[in-house]
């Protein structure tokens, strides 16, 4: 039988890990004890069948993602403090991702294309957006903000910590997909480097919009006479063909990881792998016990309907 399609994201002193119908956080507290959260999960997908159509699934699950993240950010930040207090509130919540949204947008869509545009009117020759050459230094301007920004963040000492929690979620999933032992001495021996990982999958996102915007808005008519507003009603372009991107990386992503990124597949994905040399490190065992923890609950075959706190 194969393994249920699981996925993860480290937390603060912790990790996520979500099965297709379990959402589970376990967290370290400072008395050494880990706190285990099991929460019950129905995607859109599974409300409305539609959604989990290729290409359209992906947008759903990453929009679902960010939302489940930000909670189990704020539930192990709590329990790692351990602090009293409520989770993020939905209005919270909100404000919190659309500043985040709007920051990556600004950061890795509005900026590159600005920049783009001042260098296009700097260099010998010059060039505009209706060049195959603005899009091609847009693509690698955004490449450049992607490496430099992770490089940094993984400076900071407490970053490393859930770059190292990263690593354990990792080996978990590895472990748990190859039929392994779910235990430390086994996932231990297995890579941090996952074919279906975020950052791999953030990578593909550049990759494809780089193609896509070098390819197809050269040919796009002026939008505006303006200047300024044309370029304003380009970043908006840009940032709605966004969501088709996702879709399609989604798919590349999912697809690779299936082949277990052998042959082209191996290919396609190495850029990311590397780049998760970044953003993972190897964990200590008891990080990797977490990710365990988290993962045996998430895909256990018994379970309450009802919401969970367990302390092991």
Same mark, same amino acid.
């Given at each position: 039988?194969?393994?249920?399609? *699981?996925?993860?994201?480290?937390?603060?002193?912790?990790?996520?890990?979500?099965?297709?119908?379990?959402?589970?956080? &376990?967290?370290?507290?400072?008395?050494?004890? !880990?706190?285990?959260?099991?929460?019950?999960?129905?995607?859109?997908?599974?409300?409305?069948? @539609?959604?989990?159509?290729?290409?359209?699934?992906?947008?759903? !699950?990453?929009?679902?993602? /960010? *939302?489940?993240?930000?909670?189990?950010?704020?539930?192990?930040?709590? =329990?790692?403090?351990?602090?009293?207090?409520?989770?993020?509130?939905?209005?919270?919540?909100? @404000?919190?991702?659309?500043?985040?949204?709007?920051?990556?947008?600004?950061?890795? +869509?509005?900026?590159?294309? %600005?920049?783009?545009?001042?260098?296009?009117?700097? *260099?010998?020759?010059?060039?505009?957006?209706?060049?195959?050459?603005?899009?091609?230094?847009?693509?690698?301007?955004? +490449?450049?903000?992607?490496?430099?920004? /992770?490089?940094?963040?993984?400076? @900071?000492?407490?970053?490393?910590?859930?770059? #190292?929690?990263?690593?354990?979620?990792?080996?978990?999933?590895?472990?748990?997909?190859?039929?392994? #032992?779910?235990? +430390?001495?086994? &996932?231990?021996?297995?890579?941090? /480097?996952?074919?279906?990982?975020?950052? &791999?999958?953030?990578?593909? *996102?550049?990759?494809?919009?780089?193609?896509?915007?070098?390819?197809?808005?050269?040919?796009?008519?002026?939008?505006?006479?303006?200047?300024?507003?044309?370029?304003?009603? %380009?970043?908006?372009?840009?940032?709605?063909?966004? %969501?088709?991107?996702?879709?399609?990386?989604?798919?590349?992503?999912?697809?690779?990881?299936?082949?277990?990124?052998?042959?082209?597949?191996?290919? %396609?994905?190495?850029?990311?792998?590397?780049?998760?040399?970044?953003?993972?490190?190897?964990?200590?065992?008891? =990080?990797?016990?977490?990710?365990?923890?988290?993962?045996?609950?998430?895909?256990?075959?018994?379970?309450?309907?009802?919401?969970?706190?367990?302390?092991?």
């Amino acid at each position: 039988m194969n393994p249920a399609n *699981v996925g993860g994201q480290a937390v603060i002193e912790g990790v996520m890990m979500k099965a297709p119908s379990r959402l589970c956080v &376990a967290v370290r507290r400072p008395s050494g004890e !880990i706190l285990v959260k099991n929460d019950p999960l129905r995607s859109l997908t599974s409300r409305w069948p @539609m959604l989990a159509w290729p290409f359209l699934r992906g947008p759903v !699950i990453l929009g679902e993602t /960010l *939302v489940q993240g930000m909670k189990a950010l704020s539930f192990s930040a709590q =329990q790692a403090l351990e602090e009293e207090g409520e989770e993020l509130g939905s209005w919270a919540l909100l @404000m919190t991702l659309v500043v985040a949204i709007a920051a990556g947008l600004g950061l890795f +869509v509005a900026l590159p294309h %600005l920049l783009s545009l001042a260098l296009g009117r700097v *260099v010998p020759g010059g060039f505009g957006t209706d060049s195959f050459w603005f899009h091609a230094v847009d693509g690698l301007i955004k +490449v450049a903000i992607f490496g430099a920004y /992770l490089w940094l963040i993984s400076l @900071m000492r407490d970053i490393r910590r859930v770059f #190292e929690y990263h690593g354990a979620e990792h080996k978990a999933i590895y472990c748990y997909e190859s039929g392994g #032992e779910l235990c +430390v001495e086994a &996932a231990r021996s297995y890579s941090r /480097l996952h074919p279906r990982c975020g950052t &791999a999958f953030l990578l593909v *996102v550049l990759a494809v919009s780089i193609l896509v915007f070098a390819v197809a808005l050269p040919f796009l008519p002026r939008l505006a006479e303006s200047g300024w507003l044309n370029q304003a009603l %380009l970043i908006g372009l840009k940032i709605v063909l966004m %969501l088709p991107i996702a879709g399609v990386s989604y798919e590349i992503i999912r697809l690779a990881g299936k082949k277990q990124g052998q042959g082209f597949w191996g290919a %396609l994905i190495w850029p990311g792998l590397q780049l998760q040399r970044l953003t993972t490190r190897e964990p200590s065992d008891d =990080q990797i016990e977490i990710a365990l923890a988290a993962l045996k609950a998430a895909t256990a075959t018994a379970h309450d309907e009802e919401p969970s706190i367990c302390v092991l």
